[in-house]
Structure formats: structure tokens, C-alpha cells
């Protein structure tokens, strides 16, 4: 494992730390190496927290588009496969579209950020902001709120991961001042959009049950890719594995694998009861 070897890791993937953070996290710290986000919006709040002190952080505001569902339809279970694929403003894999479709995606992103910048989940916030161009935000304690700004394209977050500390000149896409037409806000709406709160269930559990929430979801959104699953059931495929699930807490890599591969069978065995 390249920490192991105390080399720093640009991080490109939330499961990592959504299954295993406690552990992935102590090596770190044991290493000293670095975890340089990828991921748009913690990079976001990597490059707000930089040059401020320690414990001065109040919030952590990650910001969402929304997806393709944010207002309708008004029945999710008309969604079909083809609708869900097709984001507003980010060109994603299949995987991660669903689950911004969802707001799964948004909600792994939260268990990432507490385990990146160690931060409690009371003080992480979601804010749907559909233009993408605010990545996220840092409110301090003196109520200063800091954001980083840029165009929505993973080549800016993805090359600073490896300038770091440094800022490579390059000719991405510049945000143009007076085209850009309005930046807005909105709560997520949880009644709608259920994953997001499935996700701040489980990392507040923690233990095995972020792992479980990871793996059920992800065969859960395979099954809708593959036909065999409606749209509006992932959420409670997810939920009743939640349920079902014995939580351990302060598990090992073993306890974590296997709760991953319990999660998975238990998905699949909920999903064979449903038609699409």
C-alpha cells in the first residue's frame, strides 16, 4: 500500500474512506503522509481550509446540483436509465451519475469530508446549488465564509492534487463573469431524495454500517443499470440492508470486508423480491 511505504496518495475515490476511514485515517496520521483530495469538492474545502489555523473551521458546506430530478418528475419511479444518466453539468461515469441522481452521491462525499478534514457531521451542511460553479465552502468561527470558484471540469482539481503545493499554469475554461447568469441556493430535499439522509445515518453509526451503505447501494444502482431494479427503489434497498445489519463498531479490514460482502448478498437477495 503506497501509505505503507510513505508515499502521499491523491485520493480519487470516496469508498475508500466511506468503507474504512477510521482505519485509512490512522495510517495517515501513524505514516505522516498526505491525503490529497480529487474528489471537486473536497478539493474545494482543502483549498479553503489552506493558511487558517486549526479549530477556527465552524462548517464545511459541500455543495450539490441537484441532479436531473431536483424538481421532476414529480413520480421518481417514472425515471428510466437514459433520464438518470443525463446530468445537468458534470460528465461523470454511469456509477457516480446515478448516485448524484440519487443524492448518494453527495452523501458519500459527507462521510469522506469527516474523515478528510476531521470534522463532526453536526457541522457539515449540504447545499444544492445547480449551476456547479461554487465547489464548496468553509464558514469560520467569526461567520467569514470562504469558496472556491471555478468552472465545472475534473482536470482543475485533478492537476492541483499533483501541483501541490504549487499551481500549474494551464488553459482550462475560465468562469466568465458576465455570462454567468445567477448562482442560487436551495436545501436538499431529504423527503425526496432519502439517501442523503441514509448516509449521514451511517457515519454518524459508524463502525461497519458506512461500509454496509456503500456496498448495498452500489449493487442497488448496478440492478437499476441492468433493468431489473426502479429508480425509486435504491433508497430502500439500501435502507433495509441498513436495517438488517448487525453494526460493529471500531472494526478491522477482515470485519469491514466481510460486512461488505454481507451487504451485498443481502441487496441481492431483497432486489430478487421486487420487479422492475
Same mark, same amino acid.
Request: aromatic content about 8%.
Given at each position: ?117 476531521? @470534522? ?5 451542511? !449540504?447545499?444544492?446549488?445547480? +449551476?456547479? *460553479?461554487?465547489?464548496?465552502?468553509? $464558514?469560520? &468561527? ?91 427503489? @435504491? ?5 433495509? !440492508?441498513?436495517?438488517?445489519? +448487525?453494526? *460493529?463498531?471500531?472494526?478491522?479490514? $477482515?470485519? &469491514? ?20
Amino acid at each position: 500500500m503506497a501509505l505503507k511505504a510513505g508515499k502521499n496518495v491523491a485520493l480519487a475515490n470516496k469508498e475508500t474512506l466511506v468503507a474504512a476511514g477510521q482505519l485509512i485515517t490512522s495510517l495517515v496520521k501513524k505514516t505522516k503522509t498526505l491525503l490529497l483530495p480529487v474528489d471537486s469538492e473536497h478539493s474545494a474545502i482543502w483549498q479553503c481550509l489552506a493558511g487558517n489555523p486549526d479549530r477556527t473551521a465552524a462548517k464545511i458546506i459541500l455543495t450539490a446540483s441537484g441532479g436531473p430530478f431536483r424538481r421532476e418528475p414529480d413520480d421518481l419511479s417514472e425515471v428510466t436509465v437514459e433520464m438518470a444518466l443525463m446530468h445537468p453539468t458534470w460528465q461523470m461515469g454511469r456509477k457516480v451519475t446515478i448516485d448524484a441522481a440519487t443524492l448518494m452521491n453527495k452523501g458519500l462525499e459527507v462521510i469522506e469530508a469527516h474523515f478528510l478534514f476531521g @470534522i463532526d457531521y453536526d457541522q457539515i451542511q !449540504v447545499v444544492i446549488h445547480p +449551476q456547479s *460553479i461554487i465547489h464548496s465552502m468553509v $464558514e469560520y &468561527i467569526d461567520g467569514t465564509v470562504i469558496a472556491q470558484l471555478s468552472v465545472p471540469d475534473m482536470r482543475l482539481p485533478i492537476q492541483y492534487a499533483f501541483s501541490y503545493p504549487q499551481r500549474w499554469l494551464n488553459k482550462l475554461p475560465r468562469v466568465d463573469w458576465f455570462t454567468l447568469k445567477e448562482i442560487t441556493f436551495e436545501p436538499p430535499n431529504i423527503k425526496r431524495f432519502p439517501c442523503l439522509s441514509l448516509a449521514f445515518t451511517a457515519g454518524k453509526t459508524g463502525g461497519t454500517l458506512p461500509a454496509v451503505l456503500n456496498a448495498a447501494n452500489e449493487v442497488a444502482v448496478e440492478a437499476f443499470l441492468s433493468r431489473y431494479l426502479n429508480f425509486s427503489l @435504491i433508497p430502500e434497498i439500501v435502507t433495509r !440492508v441498513m436495517e438488517a445489519h +448487525q453494526v *460493529i463498531f471500531k472494526p478491522g479490514l $477482515e470485519e &469491514i470486508i466481510t460486512a461488505d460482502q454481507w451487504a451485498r448478498e443481502k441487496a441481492q437477495t431483497l432486489i430478487s423480491k421486487f420487479e422492475v
